[in-house]
């Protein structure tokens, strides 16, 4: 009978492809996780990596196995949590990811709000691009994910929080920008300086006016929104910014003009989970958290 341990020795061994970093991922010393992966192989009766002196390699049936073996571990962890979370819902590590246009303008915000809601829950939060926080929520990497629609968020379980909607940002002295309303026939050919690309506030922006022609300036782009920010200061072009950002006062000492967009398609912040998981209720009621700090910064 194969064991969820000797599992967990062959899913650490196919993402490290190293048995010395493997056994310290799985706290065990590498003959004891080469001797389990070996039992395993008796087991099963089939090569599951090919072993050299300078690298390993698994074999197409290890690579399938193992990722079968990732889902029979997240369902394994998933009993234990139904079990925790049937004890004590609200107590333990919960992982948070968040987009980073999103994540550090309304999580710090709310955190005092969490911790008096949950005082013995502990939150860790990871800023990640939406398919990575996708793919650690499916793998159980991570509890819950905050993130931007439109995107496909699989068979996830999610709550809408709420509409983000964006300014334009210009130089200073830039005609267009200077409090008046602006809508989507003024950017009309417009290049817009923007974030690089997997950020998918990148896509939404150049979603934001459908029926209009805007591109990106591809001689340009930016890793964050206050790097993003500070090319429009320098006078290098315009962009897109998002509300939230703006009311959480991301531009602070910054010389850039802002005027409202009329028309434009926002995009739509959600909370997403497993359907699975076994913490739905604090979910929720982390969601209505997170949506009434967003409407005490909209103040």
């Not at 009766?45 to 990722?67: F, Y």
């Not at 029926?211 to 500070?230: G, K, R, Y």
């Not at 200061?233 to 959480?248: C, K, N, V, Y």
């Amino acid at each position: 009978m194969i064991t969820l341990r000797q599992l967990r020795f062959l899913v650490a061994l196919a993402d490290e492809l190293n048995f010395s970093r493997a056994a310290e991922i799985c706290f065990v010393t590498q003959p004891t996780l080469s001797a389990g992966l070996k039992e395993l192989e008796q087991i099963l009766g089939v090569q599951l990596a090919e072993r050299s002196k300078r690298s390993v390699l698994l074999t197409p049936i290890g690579l399938e196995i193992a990722e079968r073996a990732r889902a029979l571990l997240l369902s394994a962890r998933e009993i234990e949590d139904l079990a925790a979370a049937h004890k004590a819902p609200e107590e333990g590590d919960l992982k948070l990811g968040a987009i980073p246009t999103i994540g550090p303008f309304l999580i710090p915000r709310a955190l005092p709000q969490i911790r008096r809601a949950f005082p013995r829950l502990r939150l860790f939060l990871r800023e990640e691009k939406t398919e990575s926080l996708l793919e650690g929520l499916a793998s159980g990497r991570l509890d819950v994910v905050l993130i931007a629609q439109p995107f496909d968020i699989g068979t996830a379980e999610h709550v809408d929080l709420f509409d983000d909607g964006y300014h334009l940002a210009a130089p200073p002295g830039w005609g267009r920008a200077k409090g008046n309303p602006v809508d989507g026939g003024a950017l009309e050919g417009a290049r817009l300086l923007l974030l690089e690309q997997g950020h998918c506030l990148q896509r939404h922006a150049l979603r934001a006016f459908p029926d209009h022609h805007i591109q990106q300036d591809e001689s340009f782009s930016a890793t964050s929104l206050p790097t993003l920010i500070s090319m429009v200061s320098e006078g290098l072009g315009i962009t897109l910014l998002p509300d939230l950002a703006i009311d959480a006062g991301v531009l602070a000492g910054q010389q850039v003009d802002i005027a409202p967009l009329i028309g434009a398609c926002p995009r739509h912040v959600i909370l997403a989970w497993r359907p699975t998981s076994a913490r739905k209720p604090v979910f929720r009621a982390l969601a209505e958290i997170l949506r009434q700090t967003r409407a005490d910064l909209a103040g």
